[in-house]
């Protein structure tokens, strides 16, 4: 049987940007998520970055979203 994996080859390192001690500017909890708008960059969970991304996206000159790690097999 064949399977697909989008895992990285053995040995490879995923480097993140965020890390734990990256906080959610809205609740404290980890960040995933980081915007920059008007030079500042504002970081968000999961949750808060979906709940404000569609207002952040027109205005955010960058956008940087770490969410499919929540999903990742230790």
């Not at 989008?6 to 995923?14: K, S, V, Y």
């Not at 809205?26 to 970055?49: D, P, R, T, W």
């Amino acid at each position: 049987m064949n399977t697909l994996s989008t895992t990285p080859e053995q040995g490879a390192l995923l480097e993140y940007r965020l890390t734990a001690a990256d906080r959610c500017d809205s609740c404290g909890a980890q960040a995933y998520i980081a915007a920059e708008v008007n030079g500042s960059e504002l970081l968000f969970c999961a949750h808060h970055g979906r709940k404000y991304e569609e207002k952040l996206r027109s205005i955010a000159t960058s956008w940087h979203d770490e969410t499919a790690r929540l999903t990742e097999a230790v």
